[in-house]
């Protein structure tokens, strides 16, 4: 029996054969209208139905034909769907947006119905994770892993753990029921093992108490060796009265006080020292903050050839900071169209640096030179070295 592998790609989503030393395409199927920008991985549900995300703000659910794909539904939210779904025992699918949102969908058939949305502070690029019980764990862009119940029509917080930078990872989860997943920018680049451990420590106040009665009683007869003792204080205090030799020494402690004198010259030094640490705090060094980026994609639709359409606007933000770093500024970069990108124009208004909360847009406009589609990436970047963030652009152009 054949078993297709489906990945998505910017252009389509894919479904291929593997056949041992080679791989046959069984079908491409084109997500949208030219569109490009499968973030997402492919779930595929019981029935078949195979769900994914992209960055045309969708949710999709495409039917294998076998030598083709049918799009059986598109659910709309209000950002880039990169986020993988995760499907339920009972076939609901939740996934994350861009739009700071965890959704749980029904599928009808040929349409998807909300169940609920649950709101974070950040980005929901994490795919889902479903416990044995149910529970729904996500990241958040807000540094925050998430634990929900769904209750039907709503969701509810069970609790957030909070990490030192943002959650896209994919939490995955242990057969004890431990969590694992990693943060990322800007302060985290760490791995975390999370969970529950309530027998553990109920067990450990029940050892202690028999500890403390049984000891605490045999150490008092510890007190009769204490009575020999008093035989002792009286020789140290004799051998005491000889010492008074040592008054030639307190002559000695006047010169000590001329050597303080000596160290409190020293201590204008130190003082000196807090301006030479002040300087490196002066100077902007970048900090890993990562720019929010909105939208991920721009679609000009169709225009006819040798006609421009926008500017449309791409908006680029510094968030505000962190608890451990707040007031951050990033130093602008730069920008940069991939090698496809003939008919896009772009006006930069990101060039100077972007401060704490600050915003500033780019603009993008479409002249197609030729009836046919186009796609091209906008770059983002800045001076701190980062991951550069991506945005799609696409239209066509039709003759006049």
């Given at each position: ?24 395409q069984?079908?491409?199927f084109?997500?949208?209208n ?5 973030g997402?991985s492919?779930?595929v ?49 939740y ?17 998807a ?22 529970t ?10 998430y ?7 709503s969701a ?31 302060y ?10 309530p ?28 009575t ?15 010492t008074?030799t ?21 201590t ?9 640490t ?10 890993p ?11 000009f639709g ?23 770093k ?27 640096s972007?401060a ?10 479409f ?6 589609p186009?796609n ?15 945005v ?9």
């Amino acid at each position: 029996m054949e078993i297709p592998v489906y990945v998505g790609s910017y252009d389509n989503l894919y479904a291929i054969t593997d056949n041992g030393t080679s791989a046959t395409q069984k079908w491409a199927f084109g997500i949208g209208n030219f569109v490009s920008g499968v973030g997402s991985s492919p779930a595929v549900g019981a029935d078949g139905t195979i769900y994914v995300g992209s960055s045309d703000q969708n949710l999709y659910a495409v039917t294998d034909n076998g030598t083709s794909a049918t799009q059986k539904w598109a659910f709309t939210t209000g950002g880039g769907v990169e986020s993988s779904p995760a499907i339920g025992s009972d076939g609901t699918v939740y996934f994350g947006s861009d739009d700071q949102n965890l959704y749980a969908v029904t599928d009808n058939g040929t349409s998807a119905t909300q169940k609920w949305a649950f709101t974070t502070g950040g980005e929901v690029e994490s795919s889902p994770a479903i416990g044995s019980d149910g529970t729904v764990y996500f990241g958040s862009d807000d540094d925050n892993l998430y634990a929900v119940t769904d209750n039907g029509t709503s969701a509810t917080q069970k609790w957030a753990f909070t990490t030192g930078g943002e959650v896209d990872s994919s939490p995955a989860i242990g057969s004890d029921g431990t969590v694992y997943f990693g943060s990322d920018y800007p302060y985290g680049k760490n791995l975390y093992a999370v969970g529950a451990v309530p027998t553990a420590s109920a067990t450990a106040t029940r050892t202690a108490t028999p500890t403390p009665t049984g000891t605490a009683t045999t150490t008092a007869t510890a007190t009769p060796t204490a009575t020999p003792t008093p035989t002792l204080t009286a020789t140290p205090t004799v051998t005491a009265t000889p010492t008074p030799t040592a008054t030639a020494t307190a002559t000695a402690t006047p010169t000590a006080t001329a050597t303080p004198t000596a160290t409190s010259t020293a201590t204008a030094t130190p003082t000196a020292t807090p301006t030479v640490t002040a300087t490196p705090t002066a100077t902007p060094t970048p900090v890993p903050v990562k720019l929010k980026i909105s939208p991920a994609s721009l679609n000009f639709g169709t225009v006819k050839v040798g006609n421009q359409k926008g500017p449309k606007n791409i908006t680029v933000s510094n968030p505000k900071g962190s608890k451990k770093k707040p007031g951050v500024t990033v130093l602008m970069d730069g920008y940069g169209l991939s090698a496809a990108g003939g008919p896009f124009g772009v006006t930069n208004d990101c060039g100077a640096s972007l401060a704490a909360g600050a915003k500033c847009t780019i603009g993008v406009t479409f002249t197609p030179a030729a009836a046919q589609p186009y796609n091209a990436t906008l770059t983002v970047i800045d001076n701190a070295d980062h991951e550069p963030q991506s945005v799609k652009l696409k239209g066509k152009g039709k003759s006049k």
